[in-house]
């Protein structure tokens, strides 16, 4: 078993892919909230 099928290579940087589903996690969260809060605002007028 090698160790690099585990780790991605984000501009040079060895990343584990724990790492990233955590990002993309946080950035569609983000997306989320932003989209609920346009949302929000629309209802509100």
Same mark, same amino acid.
């Given at each position: 078993m090698n160790k690099r099928g ?13 790492? @990233?589903? @955590?990002?993309v996690a946080i950035i569609v969260?983000? @997306? =989320?909230?932003? =989209?609920?809060?346009?949302? @929000? ?5």
């Open positions: 585990r780790q991605m290579s984000i501009f040079g940087f060895q990343v584990p892919m724990e790492a @990233i589903w @955590i990002i969260l983000v @997306i =989320i909230v932003f =989209i609920a809060k346009g949302f @929000i605002d629309e209802m509100k007028k």
